[in-house]
């Protein structure tokens, strides 16, 4: 394992593990229940920069401190570790206030929640759909250090369409969560790999505020996030999502920064498109524009100021 | 409209129009019903090519006489008019032997009989496992002249990946259903443009035998369709579709044309790519091969006795 580290950092990646805090992983192999300390020390050993630990096979009760212990066993081991914590999905935090977020925070730098994903749109939408519905709980436990993990990106597979990897990775972005790609870099196409390697995109996600986006107009079929930024220029991105498949052809939203909470009276504006780096268009908080977005698809702007 | 008709023409396409039987066309324009007549005959004045005739607005128990009346006024202009029906779509032929196949396939080049196809995944699914249903009713009252329409291909649009636009564009082709393509072709992608004008797949579907496809191994996860062909040598075309979203990786079968129903002792067989075109394998009947068939994706074959 020691070896195949090495050739993961010579290709300039970063080398991830699974492991599972039970008696078994999910997939019925042996469990690191009774080895925290000896894997914790392993992984170091192999040189590991990322463990996710999943919790199949383990009680709930003593999953957070349980969690907690192995992640003192990897700090102890003074090898930087990301620790991706999967016991949150375990838990029945959506309907009871039992989950311990604040620990959860301090012990994992990030976790899963919410369903797996799987390759396909229908399963892309209920994600965003659950975290949107639980928003109020998740926004606020998420900030530099430790995240909420939306789970893969899948671009580059063969389920999502161009314009659906565009709002799997955009909303991604916005919501300040992981962007973990789950894909073969060796045959990933052209027109996929501008979308993921999207830098506007990936500053935003990057942003050193942290901020996870809010849903301002939930109401209308169009959906507007907002996220607070410190780069560009104490900025804000935007996105503009449209999760109608029956339309068939685009729309339009004319709105205004005004419109969308974004103020300065007499002060200008740079809306930058972040998927392809252009700046399109230079406006004051009052003036209206228009933004057209695909059925299935995302607009995703980047507000500067002036 | 003519000078309408004649820039259309001028492109190199066929010039379509859609009416209505009822009284209001669904959108609540002003319908055929009482100008039956006169509508037919504006359409030849105008050099329409293609006449979709839906039923809204219409008692169901005279559209297959009324849509006869129709295409008698419209054979009366001698112009050559193709005449797409969509009366079996309001009548409850899945329940009832109610509707009349022959004269509906006397009358009418095409029919839509099963739901509007949306641009999205979920939407071209639903439609092939309601032929998948039917096929038992279907398969018989399709051929030269007379086609069963399952709607409008959306490669090109906003909903499908590449995968997904392969398995609508082969198995319409397989079905012997019409290719009506519904999109913008001024910004059409290469790679989209590739898979909608692959040679092999329209031959496959315009074969002049008009046979539609029928389904063999019903029982795996990959579903295998053959269709009997007069072109290749006398051939048969193979589709193996594969609907497993959740898998996220291709999957595998190894069969043989003998597991496939395809004979001949002693014989040799060429296998085509129906998508690229290129010879994958020179084979007997008996020798198995292998196919590997993405999530959401079909591999179609073509196989022509040497």
Chains 1, 2 share one sequence.
Request: aromatic share 10%; proline share 5%.
């Amino acid at each position: 394992m020691k070896w195949l580290s090495e050739f993961v950092h010579s290709l300039g990646l970063k080398f991830g593990i699974y492991l599972d805090f039970g008696t078994k992983t999910c997939g019925g192999y042996p469990g690191s229940m009774e080895f925290l300390q000896l894997d914790a020390k392993t992984m170091a050993e192999w040189g590991v920069d990322y463990v996710k630990m999943d919790a199949c096979y383990s009680d709930t009760k003593i999953q957070a401190n349980g969690f907690a212990e192995f992640e003192h066993y990897l700090n102890a081991t003074n090898r930087p570790i990301v620790f991706a914590c999967s016991y949150p999905a375990y838990q029945a935090w959506r309907d009871e206030p039992g989950l311990n977020w604040t620990q959860l925070s301090e012990n994992c730098n990030l976790w899963r929640m919410l369903d797996d994903v799987q390759d396909s749109w229908v399963s892309v939408r209920s994600i965003m759909k659950q975290y949107e519905a639980n928003r109020k709980t998740l926004m606020p436990v998420s900030g530099p250090g430790h995240w909420n993990d939306l789970d893969m990106l899948l671009g580059g597979n063969f389920g999502l369409s161009l314009d659906e990897t565009r709002v799997q990775f955009g909303m991604w972005a916005m919501h300040a969560a992981p962007l973990i790609l789950s894909v073969d870099l060796a045959v990933m196409r052209p027109d996929v790999k501008k979308i993921l390697q999207a830098e506007v995109v990936i500053r935003v996600n990057q942003d050193k505020l942290g901020l996870p986006s809010d849903l301002i107009m939930p109401d209308l079929g169009i959906k507007v996030w907002r996220k607070k930024l410190a780069d560009f220029n104490q900025g804000w991105a935007l996105a503009f999502v449209y999760l109608n498949d029956e339309a068939g052809h685009p729309t339009a939203l004319v709105t205004s920064l005004n419109d969308l909470g974004i103020h300065g009276k007499d002060a200008a504006f740079k809306l930058i498109d972040a998927f392809t780096g252009e700046e399109v268009l230079t406006t004051t908080a009052s003036d209206p524009f228009e933004v057209r977005i695909n059925p299935s698809g995302i607009v995703m702007l980047v507000v500067q100021p002036l």
